[in-house]
């Protein structure tokens, strides 16, 4: 798997769960063969100093190979892309680390989950083989995700057909996706389209809500699993009486 980048993000409020617990070994754990690179996206933190930290701890037992301050390089991706701050808007901070990560990408394919975000357990380590196989050869496919939430009546209803493997339709998600990288690292990002409207207002012009802009415009499609899925968390404040209650629950220890 030397073409693959599998990339994750934290940010203040959930950088603790993440780099702090088994969260994140877990999550990689789920990815089998290693990637050639497995990269942490840091955005938004206090106490950087401290986040890298514990992120260095994470390198040195060899459950990420790096991790990126994702400030240090949102400047040169907005003007690489040709975005400004202002075209995001209320979507910046819900968008940049994205960009970010597609830019400084350097392998064929980017495999991202949002730090709240893993397969379900019962998901085989090599999943996405047959999603790399998938990309490589169908050019009307422009992303690859697992089902959302164990949610598959649902992605087959979005669906336009269906093979053996995937369902097929329109619809992106910033929680998990899998990308041909040169498809991405491109200006994509200035489309709009009536069916992207559906995004929630307080992500602004977000990522997400610019690629499916995209995707539809052109008609690009994305591919869903029929047998695998993920689940999307929303941790809560790890400090506060429900992030308490949280860790004790999932078993995640400081």
């Known amino acids: 798997m030397d073409s693959l980048t599998i990339e994750t993000k934290v940010w203040e409020k959930d950088w603790r769960f993440i780099l702090t617990s088994g969260f994140l070994r877990e999550t990689m754990a789920r990815l089998s063969p290693l990637p050639s690179h497995r990269l942490v996206m840091i955005n938004n933190v206090e106490d950087p100093r401290l986040v890298a930290r514990h992120a260095e701890t994470l390198v040195s037992a060899g459950v990420i190979d790096d991790f990126i301050f994702v400030s240090d390089y949102a400047d040169e991706t907005l003007s690489f892309f040709g975005l400004s701050k202002r075209d995001l808007g209320r979507g910046y901070y819900y ?6 990560s597609l830019y400084l990408c350097r392998t064929e394919f980017l495999l991202h989950f949002s730090g709240d975000t893993k397969a379900n357990d019962n998901t085989p380590i090599n999943w996405y ?7 490589a050869h169908a050019t009307n496919v422009s992303v690859v995700n697992l089902t959302w939430d164990s949610k598959f009546r ?10 053996d493997k995937f369902f097929y339709g329109y619809g992106f998600s910033d929680q998990m996706y899998l990308v041909r990288t040169a498809d991405f690292k491109n200006q994509i990002y200035g489309y709009s389209h009536p069916e992207s409207r559906r995004y929630p207002a307080h992500g602004g012009e977000s990522f997400e809500k610019r690629v499916d802009s995209w995707m539809r415009t052109n008609g690009r499609l994305r591919a869903t699993s029929r047998d695998w899925a993920y689940t999307h968390s929303n941790f809560p404040n790890w400090c506060s009486p429900r992030g308490l209650l949280w860790r004790i629950l999932n078993r995640y220890k400081r």
């Open 154 to 163: 649902e992605a087959e209803k979005d669906s336009l057909s269906k093979d």
């Open 129 to 135: 083989h047959d999603a790399l196989k998938l990309l």
């Open 95 to 100: 968008s940049i680390s994205e960009l970010v």
